[in-house]
């Protein structure tokens, strides 16, 4: 069962870089999001299923996003990922420890978005996200 919430804000988090995976960051970030009841999309490479959340490999509408949280490695980072994550408008970016990148992070500001090279689950654990 998919526990999407929304919350009085409706502020979405797309998860980019999604893990079905209970080891892997993103899957403890979504879990954590969907506890502090943050509306969430998983983007992966492949469509999944998890006990909490439901993962896609479809590309959300523009605008629908508030917070994107980064878990790609620079290399894996392509100009069509950047421009795809560009063209959402995104109020933020967070590039969670190893996914720093430098051009990617200048181009996101550049448009108006906040950049910040943080930890979505640190910024969960002491109230700042």
């Not at 970030?29 to 943050?38: F, P």
């Not at 720093?100 to 969960?124: H, P, W, Y």
Request: some cysteine; proline content about 5%.
């Amino acid at each position: 069962m998919s526990r999407i919430r929304h919350n009085r804000m409706n502020n979405i988090t797309l998860i980019i870089g999604a893990s079905k995976n209970p080891e892997r960051y993103s899957y403890k970030a979504a879990n954590r999001l969907l506890d502090k009841e943050h509306s969430i999309i998983a983007l992966g490479r492949t469509s999944a299923h998890t006990p909490n959340f439901d993962i896609t490999d479809q590309w959300p509408e523009p605008e629908s996003i508030h917070t994107i949280t980064l878990y790609l490695n620079p290399a894996r980072q392509t100009a069509e990922i950047q421009q795809n994550i560009l063209e959402l408008r995104p109020k933020r970016i967070i590039f969670n420890p190893g996914t720093e990148n430098r051009s990617f992070q200048d181009k996101a500001s550049q448009k108006g978005i906040e950049v910040l090279e943080a930890c979505t689950l640190v910024l969960l654990s002491t109230d700042q996200y």
